[in-house]
């Protein structure tokens, strides 16, 4: 089989000061992919290679068999959709706008009716429908995230990158977030890059998990490979415990102290 | 490659929605389209020499009065189209400067465009020595001079702005900030050559040119301004998914394919060049450029292709209607409508601040 996205020897620098080494990955589609690590270890900088946003200072990514660094715009934008952190606050458009607008990169003069049946069903999908025509201004949190990742699904990308989506939301929201990534990469057979901090959560939902360190893959692989005591305390410098519940793992921060105390139980 | 399935139209009604809005909006144009038209006939009538409408309509298609058709195609024709197409272009220029940075307050007059002009018209009046020669009297001598000079100023102003953000980042901040320091500069250009003006003149000269008059413009020059206005409302149209894209936000508008920094630098240029040219020939207008977009967001939306047509057409009422009031209601004084504009502009933004907040 042949994967969708191959990154090969990626590295960025910001100015003199790299922020990725030598990344080599190489992924099928249909996977949710979770990218893990502290602050500043080049999770969002991978992101923003893999959507164009930034150039990697030398490497290669390939998506679908075609070098990114040869696509033009317009057709790295029909290959990859991107749900960014924050969204800036715009000129207050109706969600239905909103989520045209990830029909950009495929219109000429005005959308097409296909091009409005794709939103209206990617609509539907995300349970926006019956509030098409409200101003994103007037959105919950949660609300609004899914109305970002439905306009990057209007794109038909094959690619789709979610860079910390669970911040600002509470647990319930977070868990139906990940959930919906989660089935919509597995029905639609796209490939889902989430940069996400809570370990339990991305352990969770994600197929595989990259763990960065100061710009390297430390460790790659399933949740169980690479959430293990050592690797966490060597990339975040804490103690945990690690609890198994059938497939499912629960990672504890501890204090020295309590180690014991857990190991005991 | 993620393909809809067949039975797409579970549900239509979104789309179905959407299109019944933009009916909604294209009406609402169309009838705004229609105001302008009677607005301008009825301020055909309006004047020193009334005339009924019967009287206009026959002066138009070539009947009446030589008289009639003299004061019609001579001198209250110029001064409406000159209303129409200045109001256009300034409330056009105006929302694409807000679009493509993203800022509320970005403006001809915030971006420095109206203060580079006056200070340029100030240093053809006052160093190049045109407009106060022997007259003794108010006037421009040598218009075309000023204006070229008033040009020539709002280029240099955005153009320091423009490069400024080549050298620096062309992110939005960067370019409001710089437009704010070079509004102060030549705020500051102008005061000096006021004080050193040579006589009353002179001074009378520098200030009555920023008072923005649309009874300056004659077909020439009013030629000038419509083709140039066009032009630009044609790219500006032309851009519209772009302008909406990047109302998504700066890097959604990356990944959605629209080159950024370039669209939001030639954009400036052409709305910053459109607005030089109409206050190098008409003056300062202030707030037309400001209001009218937040006017017209709010009836019409944010989509660039409604908001353009929208923001010439409601441009155009607004100059038109302000006009007319402000040559009739001192009649036989006529009052600059740059002076009228500022007067309505101000509190109306106010309003839309308290009223309209929660739009950004």
């Known amino acids: 089989m042949v994967d969708l996205v191959t990154i090969n020897n990626v590295s960025f620098n910001y100015g003199k000061i790299p922020a990725l080494r030598n990344i080599t990955l190489s992924i099928p589609a249909g996977s949710l992919i979770g990218m893990i690590g502290p602050n500043g ?5 991978l ?83 019956d509030i098409s025509q409200r101003n994103i201004n007037t959105l919950s949190g949660g609300q609004m995230q899914r109305v970002q990742i439905a306009r990057a699904l209007a794109q038909e990308p094959l690619i789709l990158c979610l860079d910390e989506p669970t911040n600002n939301l509470d647990i319930k929201h977070q868990l139906s977030l990940m959930n919906l990534v989660r089935n919509l990469t597995r029905n639609r057979n796209m490939l889902t890059f989430v940069s996400i901090h809570d370990l339990n959560l991305a352990s969770q939902y994600c197929d595989r998990l990259v763990l960065l360190k100061n710009g390297e893959i430390f460790s790659s692989g399933t949740p169980q490979e690479v959430l ?7 990339v975040f410098g804490i103690n945990v415990a690690i609890h198994t519940h059938g497939d499912l793992i629960h990672i504890v921060p501890v204090n020295k102290a309590d180690v014991r105390k857990l190991e005991h139980i | 490659m993620t ?35 009677v607005m301008a ?19 138009l298609i070539g009947n009446g009065s030589d008289v009639y058709r003299a004061v019609i195609w001579n001198i209250r024709m110029t001064r409406i189209l000159s209303a129409i197409f200045a109001g256009a272009a300034l409330a056009v220029s105006g929302m694409v400067m807000q679009n493509v940075l993203r800022n509320p307050l970005a403006s001809p007059s915030t971006l420095g465009v109206s203060r580079a002009a006056s200070f340029g018209a100030a240093f053809g009046i006052v160093i190049l020595g045109v407009g106060s020669t022997q007259s ?61 003006a040579i006589d009353e003149v002179q001074l009378g000269s520098i200030i009555f040119w920023t008072f923005g008059d649309l009874g300056r413009t004659e077909w020439t020059t009013l030629t000038i301004i419509a083709v140039c206005t066009v032009v630009a409302i ?47 020939f008409v003056g300062v207008i ?75």
Request: glycine share 8%.
């Open chain 1, 47 to 129: 992101i923003r290679c893999l959507c164009g946003l930034v150039k990697p200072s030398g490497g290669t990514i390939i998506i679908n068999s075609k070098d990114l660094s040869s696509l033009g715009r317009r057709d790295l934008a029909r290959l990859v959709g991107y749900v960014p952190q924050v969204q800036e606050k715009p000129f207050p458009v109706p969600i239905f706008d909103a989520v045209l607008a990830g029909r950009i990169p495929h219109l000429e003069w005005a959308p097409s009716i296909y091009d409005l049946d794709v939103v209206s069903h990617i609509l539907s999908l995300m349970d926006l429908e």
């Open chain 1, 41 to 45: 270890s080049g999770k969002t900088t």
């Open chain 2, 286 to 360: 202030g707030f037309v450029g400001l209001v009218v977009p937040h006017i017209v967001r709010r009836i019409v939306g944010t989509d660039s292709r409604f908001l353009i047509p929208g923001c010439c057409i409601a441009g155009a009422l607004l100059l038109l209607v302000s006009d007319t009031v402000a040559r009739t209601m001192l009649s036989p004084v006529i009052m600059p409508v740059g002076i009228l504009t500022s007067f309505i502009g101000a509190p109306l933004f106010i309003y839309l601040i308290i009223r309209g907040r929660k739009h950004w």
């Open chain 2, 3 to 37: 393909t809809l399935p067949s039975s797409v139209s579970v549900s239509p009604n979104p789309a179905a929605q959407h299109r019944r809005q933009n009916l909604h909006k294209n009406i609402i144009l169309l009838i705004g389209g229609i105001l302008v038209i």
């Open chain 2, 234 to 280: 044609i790219y500006f149209f032309l851009n519209r998914w772009r302008y909406n894209a990047i109302n998504s936000g700066e890097e959604v508008a990356r990944t959605l394919g629209v080159d950024t920094s370039r669209t939001r630098i030639i954009s400036l240029l052409v709305s910053s060049l459109l607005t030089a040219l109409v206050v190098s």
């Open chain 2, 41 to 59: 006939m009825y301020a055909l009538t309006l004047g020193p020499y009334p005339m009924t409408i019967g009287d206009v309509i026959r002066a």
């Open chain 2, 136 to 196: 003794h009297s108010v006037s421009f001598d040598m218009p075309y001079l000023i204006a070229l000079s008033a040009f020539i100023a709002s280029i240099i102003s955005t153009g320091v702005i423009i490069l400024l953000a080549r050298i620096r980042d062309a992110s939005p901040e960067t370019m409001i900030l710089a437009g704010v320091a070079m509004s102060s500069l030549f705020t500051a250009g102008t005061t000096s050559l006021r004080y050193f």
């Open chain 1, 228 to 234: 293990t005591r050592e690797n966490v305390r060597n």
